[in-house]
């Protein structure tokens, strides 16, 4: 589920005034940990984290060893 700016402005407002994260939580349909996230105030639906996780499928070894392999397959077609 992605939070709206209206869902943020709801939880800080229902914060703010008393409501429990479980209450809003309960309230708004979404996780505990997503309406703990945005209670804290050190995030917001706007500001989305930078993706840089590197692939763990195919790492530098495996790479390696399929470019390897197709030298290999290369030079065996050859005449």
Known sequence: MVI????YAEIRKLF???TSKRAIA???????NTVDKYCQGDT????KKAYNRQSTI???EVMNFIQQCLEQS??????
């Open 26 to 32: 309960k309230r708004l349909g979404i996780s505990r």
């Open 74 to 79: 290369g030079n065996m077609s050859s005449p």
């Open 4 to 7: 709206t700016l209206e869902d």
């Open 16 to 18: 703010n005034s008393g």
């Open 44 to 47: 917001a639906p706007w500001n």
């Open 58 to 60: 195919i790492s530098d």
